[in-house]
């Protein structure tokens, strides 16, 4: 199974993902990307293995943010 960020990741508000995550009574994660090489080569192999995009739809409320520099 190949996941994309985009399809793990809450969809709507940072304030909406902690109130999603506290109504599912699941952790809430936000995950920070940047604008580089090796963060773009970390979030592809991190949320595209199986046993990580499990988890996250299981336990997690998850919301990507982008570091701009």
């Known amino acids: 199974m190949e996941s994309s960020i985009s399809s793990l990741t809450y969809k709507g508000s940072i ?3 902690i109130v999603e995550s506290k ?5 809430f994660v936000v995950y920070i990307s940047g604008e580089n090489v090796a ?3 970390l979030g592809k192999s991190t949320w595209t293995d199986s046993k990580v995009a499990e988890s996250l739809s299981k336990y997690c409320i998850s919301h990507k943010e982008a570091l701009m520099l």
């Open 23 to 27: 109504k599912q009574k699941k952790l």
């Open 39 to 41: 963060s773009a080569e």
């Open 15 to 17: 304030a909406g993902a």
